[in-house]
């Protein structure tokens, strides 16, 4: 059912169907898309160099004018004479668009202070007023809070580059704000702005150095030779409540634990599932194959001895701001360095609902069918928004006997 809700037969990624992208300006860059596209089968007329700054943060300008252009003339060039469905970003490209310079928002100012002055009236009203004017004002500013939420994401236009080239067929697209992914399963059933046709999957091939991206090249086949082997671990905050809820945290939290039991129904690995309050601490989780938990802003918790071919990711608000900061803790650059093959992160503060669906992500793996980028794409909300998978995009840890 899912399979049928991507682009063209239904089956997994071919090698074909991937652009391998690299920066002319970084040499090591342009060794590791050869070097890749050599070990997996893509066609040398799919490595495509690009000419841009070497760093991890670009202008809006520069990706407009050096990556986003350039990459809509190969694409209007090659299709429809080859069909590409993904791109793979290589180290040397930039990880982050910064926003234009941009003037002061009149409208989020003007809620910002209507957000103070309800907040003010509340703490000064104290039991002076009557249950039903309390109850009002609350109400007032819990839409005053929504509303400025919404537009505070609207306008932010900060982005990683990988969610940007997602769009990058969609001549209109918004620079502020993210768009609906049309291929989120959760989507499956709304009319989205932007069709299934103009939609690209995209993962990254980066991280602190160059040995590092080609031992998740090397790792990802042949983790994929021999299957992956080891332990589950998931780390939720709560103990499973089925009970309806409008906390967006009970929800996730929730996500994480049918992730779970998707696996363990999969019976590919042991699962263990943590439901107290404290992360895994080290020492906790050995021979770790999959792993998805919360929550520690940009301090990697050392729990874990990572399988060869390990997929997982924290989820937490900026843990993918940097793959090449020395010193840095965000959890996408430590796990790279500690062994894992793949994982996702966001390069700032993305929202909890624009984080990949658990259940989806974990339990399309399990099934061995789709590839790392399709159980990404289809278990991602939003697009041109702040998310980043960085992997092997043709991996699949658990092939499908039928395959």
Same mark, same amino acid.
């Given at each position: 059912?899912?399979?049928?809700?991507?682009?063209?037969?239904?089956?997994?990624?071919?090698?074909?169907?991937?652009?391998?992208?690299?920066?002319?300006?970084?040499?090591?860059?342009?060794?590791?898309?050869?070097?890749?596209?050599? =070990?997996?089968?893509?066609?040398?007329?799919?490595?495509?160099?690009?000419?841009?700054?070497?760093?991890?943060?670009?202008?809006?300008?520069?990706?407009?004018?050096?990556?986003?252009?350039?990459?809509?003339?190969? $694409?209007?060039?090659?299709?429809?004479?080859?069909?590409?469905?993904? $791109?793979?970003?290589?180290?040397?490209?930039?990880?982050?668009?910064?926003?234009?310079?941009?003037?002061?928002?009149?409208?989020?100012?003007?809620?910002?202070?209507?957000? $103070?002055?309800?907040?003010?009236?509340?703490?000064?009203?104290?039991?002076?007023?009557?249950?039903?004017?309390?109850?009002?004002?609350?109400?007032? =500013?819990?839409?005053?809070?929504?509303?400025?939420?919404?537009?505070?994401?609207?306008?932010?236009?900060?982005?990683?580059?990988?969610?940007?080239?997602?769009?990058?067929?969609?001549?209109?697209?918004?620079?502020?704000?993210?768009?609906?992914?049309?291929?989120?399963?959760?989507?499956?059933?709304?009319?989205?702005?932007?069709?299934?046709?103009?939609?690209?999957?995209?993962?990254?091939?980066?991280?602190?150095?160059?040995?590092?991206?080609?031992?998740?090249?090397?790792?990802?086949?042949?983790?994929?030779?021999?299957?992956?082997?080891?332990?589950?671990?998931?780390?939720?905050?709560?103990?499973?409540?089925?009970?309806?809820?409008?906390?967006?945290?009970?929800?996730?939290?929730?996500?994480?634990?049918?992730?779970?039991?998707?696996?363990?129904?999969?019976?590919? $690995?042991?699962?263990?599932?943590?439901?107290?309050?404290?992360?895994?601490?080290?020492?906790?989780?050995?021979?770790?194959?999959?792993?998805?938990?919360?929550?520690?802003?940009?301090?990697?918790?050392?729990?874990?001895?990572?399988?060869?071919?390990?997929?997982?990711?924290?989820?937490?608000?900026?843990?993918?701001?940097?793959?090449?900061?020395?010193?840095?803790?965000?959890?996408?650059?430590?796990?790279?360095?500690?062994?894992?093959?793949?994982?996702?992160?966001?390069?700032?503060?993305?929202?909890?609902?624009?984080?990949?669906?658990?259940?989806?992500?974990?339990?399309?793996?399990?099934?061995?069918?789709?590839?790392?980028?399709?159980?990404?794409?289809?278990?991602?909300?939003?697009?041109?928004?702040?998310?980043?998978?960085?992997?092997?995009?043709?991996?699949?840890?658990?092939?499908?006997?039928?395959?």
């Amino acid at each position: 059912m899912c399979i049928l809700a991507l682009p063209g037969t239904g089956l997994a990624l071919e090698p074909e169907e991937i652009l391998v992208v690299a920066n002319e300006k970084s040499g090591e860059g342009v060794e590791l898309a050869r070097y890749y596209a050599r =070990l997996r089968g893509i066609p040398g007329r799919n490595v495509i160099l690009l000419s841009v700054p070497v760093g991890e943060t670009c202008s809006r300008a520069d990706y407009e004018q050096k990556i986003a252009d350039p990459m809509r003339r190969v $694409l209007a060039t090659i299709q429809p004479s080859w069909r590409i469905r993904c $791109l793979v970003l290589i180290y040397g490209l930039p990880l982050r668009v910064k926003p234009p310079p941009q003037d002061a928002d009149a409208e989020v100012e003007a809620l910002r202070s209507q957000k $103070l002055a309800l907040e003010e009236r509340i703490e000064k009203g104290g039991g002076n007023e009557s249950d039903l004017s309390a109850s009002a004002v609350a109400e007032e =500013l819990e839409d005053v809070r929504n509303r400025l939420n919404q537009r505070k994401i609207s306008s932010d236009s900060r982005a990683s580059v990988d969610s940007e080239l997602s769009v990058v067929k969609v001549a209109d697209a918004p620079i502020g704000g993210w768009i609906e992914n049309p291929f989120y399963i959760g989507f499956s059933k709304r009319q989205t702005s932007i069709s299934k046709t103009e939609v690209l999957m995209v993962s990254r091939l980066d991280g602190p150095d160059p040995a590092s991206v080609r031992r998740i090249i090397d790792d990802s086949i042949a983790a994929e030779k021999k299957g992956l082997t080891g332990v589950a671990y998931f780390d939720a905050r709560w103990p499973m409540d089925e009970t309806a809820t409008s906390s967006a945290y009970r929800r996730y939290d929730r996500a994480i634990q049918r992730a779970a039991r998707r696996v363990k129904q999969s019976g590919r $690995l042991p699962v263990v599932v943590d439901t107290a309050g404290a992360l895994f601490q080290p020492g906790q989780c050995p021979r770790a194959a999959l792993y998805c938990g919360w929550y520690s802003l940009a301090k990697y918790v050392d729990a874990f001895g990572w399988q060869q071919g390990a997929v997982g990711f924290h989820v937490a608000s900026s843990e993918c701001t940097t793959l090449k900061k020395e010193n840095s803790q965000v959890w996408c650059k430590r796990m790279i360095e500690e062994g894992i093959c793949a994982t996702v992160g966001p390069v700032g503060e993305p929202y909890l609902q624009s984080f990949p669906e658990p259940e989806v992500f974990f339990g399309l793996m399990a099934e061995g069918v789709l590839s790392l980028a399709e159980c990404y794409t289809v278990s991602l909300p939003y697009l041109s928004w702040k998310m980043v998978l960085i992997g092997d995009p043709l991996y699949r840890p658990f092939r499908s006997p039928q395959r």
